[in-house]
């Protein structure tokens, strides 16, 4: 018997099974295969396989005389003739190289921010095995992903397959000083020194193990390094936190990928919490406020592991509250995309506007690929020689079908560089739009670079193929025989241009959803004024604690018409609590929404009272704690009249009376519907916004006037104001970004589409000149033959709607639904988004219908 | 007649010798047992193949065998118009090499 693993080298086989003639291809190996095994036996494994090699190497001549040379040859005559069309009839090709590049352009920049935000902590080494621990609320509306600070280690403790765990507490706005440099600064991180082991984080100076060793230390990323100390050497300089705390310079830490959830400049030991804060108790666990990430051991079921919490959280933190816990794991590579959790490091994103980002590029590449087919097919026609020719000689219907497609091919690649071309000159734009600082660098980006193959391969293959099939089934005879009268109106073409349309309609029945929505939010009552408020932060200690004495020097310039301070603004209100009442039954339960405000906040933003009165400074009583509720809360809890009745909420434990009722207002952004929500009178120490209201246009001699007063109480402070409009718009930058997303790529689309009927009609009025000629002779007017000529394409755009108008309005319809107060899609984006594609095709078709009827009929026909 | 050249007078000869038996292997096998010389794969199927699309040679598909796992097997086998050229040759060369034989093979009588 044959021994096992005697077989002749695999690609040797394969490289000979190439050179022999295909209808001796079986014998040939097979003959090869015994000698081969022969001479093993006989000799060797290896002189058999040196001889079966030297087999391949003598065959080499022969192979590239006979096999590759005609390959060449042939090549070379598809290569110049699909050269010659493009040449010979260059309006075409521009329409279906630009259609195809600019198509290709959108692709590749959609393709580069996707990408980007889908490796998102990827580069961890160990990202696989992180997770990040997070909780569910019974009853509460988001997950939180903040967790008590001993659950790190203990989860170390008592779980055999976490290897290690780790904590994040992370400042933004730290006032951070060294020498004469003091800033605001974010991305100050408090973490364990497992965060090194865990993460691929490196250290261009300092050891990780031992750099945050003693509490006080500190490591800065590079970026900070160069902010504060130049050329210096950081190592063993002390750097001020917020002017009451030093910290010593132990280590610099490589800048952070952007691609991160979390980006570090500043990192101090955990043990540095207690030391800036007293109130702060390490062993505590009901201060949920502790992003905990661990690292799972290879192998080990995180599924598992999520069971034995729920033991684990009534051992530390009593069955009462675990019950209304529930904890899941994220993934490390999840988070970016796929958590919305309260307590998130930095701002996610959301992974549908990936998907629908995807999908608008995938549909402008199908319109451009349509564009494509037809253009091609259409003007088959006229290569209708060329081909009968080759068929004749002896092509077969393979030989076509590779040669159309090949040449769909090399109008992908021309397209490809151009689109390329178009998408670095926009890439800035883009950046700027998305928010990111791509770059399009393909060579670096082997990834990116094999995406772009992938798209040439589909968008020639795709493009190329309903082409090569129709042309190369023409019977030679027919074409030959110079009957060809002209191609029949195919069915397909015609509903390749509805498809067209109907993406183009979409999209724009879609942009016009979005801007009215837009629109709806902007000029919606919110129920308190945004004009003319300038928002200064609080941020410093001495500004805080003399506050009162800046608000009377303020409002003491006669521009200013008003001061308050607050925590909230009224336009987002995110904290929540749990209100108590006399006379409560005691299985309820009612959330309630909470901001801290001060006597002016009410009529500063002219928030109505419908009941009861305002905060006073004439009732010296509301000092002792004085509420106002909204309608909503009055409502939950179910009084009659609110005023006079006594209320208590869980921060801090404050108890007071209600003063009054306010009219609701949109205390959150338009995606949620108006909460209870309790305002308390609390002008002390928490509040981290100062409103400033100012009468008549003079911004500009105010901004100076607050800059100095608050400069007198703090002269480091680093004043920086905003707008309370600005703010406000900001709740809806995502809203605003994708509608500009969207009108451009409908605008895009819809300019291909045009691009593609512009070809078309242009090509079938030229098909239909000598009938045009014909009838005007006989005495047409040139309204008649314009009518005629758009006739048929009106009716495509007309179907187009009809099948479009629905996919797009449950899509939209269902993209409102994020929003608790929307509008109703009317009619008028019907009848609009119809109007708009109407209206371009018709000019496409009518321009060429025009040139076509306004030609002399003589012109037509004199060739005959 | 074309005469044929040695290369394919000596594989129609194997072809004869190995009695249906014969495929490029044997072929080759038989031709290198023969002369006692290294033939290559080449050497042996262009003339083959050249015989066979002359017709000098039938061919029949036989089932594979376990040495050459699936590949099936292409045997030949001569025709009427080989055998005939064959004897043709035999005519011509017996007439041709008359009188030579090895007493008269000597080196001296050679220059």
Known sequence: MIQKGSKPPRFATWLLKGIFPKDEKFYLTGDLKEIFREIQVEESRFSAWRWYWSQVFTSIPYFFFNVILWRIVMFKNYLKIAMRNIRKHKGYSFINIAGLAIGLAAVILILLYVQFELSFDRYHEKAGRIYRVAGERVGSERPSSVMPAPLAPAMMAEFPEVVSATRFYDLNNVYISYGDKNFFEDKFFFTDPETFDMFSLELVKGNPRTSLSDPYSILLSESMVEKYFGNEDPMGKTIIFRGTHDFKVTGILKNMAENSHFTMNFVVPFEAIPKINRRYDPESWGAFSFNTYFLLRENADPDALEEKFLPLLEKYIGKDVSKEIRIFFQPLTRIHLHSNTTGEISKTADIRIIILLSSIAFLILVIACINYMNLATARSVHRSREIGVRKVIGANRSHLIKQFLGESMVLTMLALVLAIAIAVIFLPYFNSLVGRNLNLNILQNRQFLLWLFVLVGFVGLFAGSYPALTISAFKPAIILGNRFGGLKRSMIRNVLVIIQFMISIILIFATLVVKDQLDFIRNKDMGFERDRIIVVDIRNRSIRNNLDTIKNELERNPNILSVSSSYFLPNLTDMATLANWPGQLKERKQEIYLNFIDEDFVDLYSIEIVQGRNFSRDFPSDSKGAFLLNQTAVKAIGWESAPGKELTHYIGRRTGKIVGVMKDFHMNPLHQQIMPLCYDLNPGSANMALSVKIGGNHIQQVVPFIRETMARFSPNYPFEYRFFDDIFDAAYRLERKISVIFSLFSLLAISIAGLGLFGLTSFTTEQRTKEIGIRKVLGATISRIVLMLSKEFTKWVLIANIVAWPVAYFAMNRWLQSFAYKINIGLLTFVLSALAALIIAGLTVSYQAFKAARTNPVEALKYE | ?111
């Open chain 2, 1 to 111: 007649m074309k005469y044929l050249t040695r290369q394919e007078e000596l594989i129609l000869l194997s072809i004869f010798h190995l009695k249906g038996k014969a495929y490029l292997v044997t072929i080759r096998k038989h031709l290198m047992e023969l002369t006692g010389k290294n033939w290559s794969i080449g050497a042996v199927y262009v003339p083959l193949n050249r015989l066979h699309q002359t017709g000098y040679l039938d061919t029949t598909i036989g089932e594979p065998n376990a040495k050459r796992g699936r590949n099936s097997i292409k045997y030949y086998r001569l025709t009427k118009k080989s055998f005939e050229a064959l004897e043709e040759i035999k005519k011509v060369s017996d007439t041709a090499w008359m009188g030579f034989s090895k007493v008269a093979y000597n080196i001296s009588d050679c220059r």
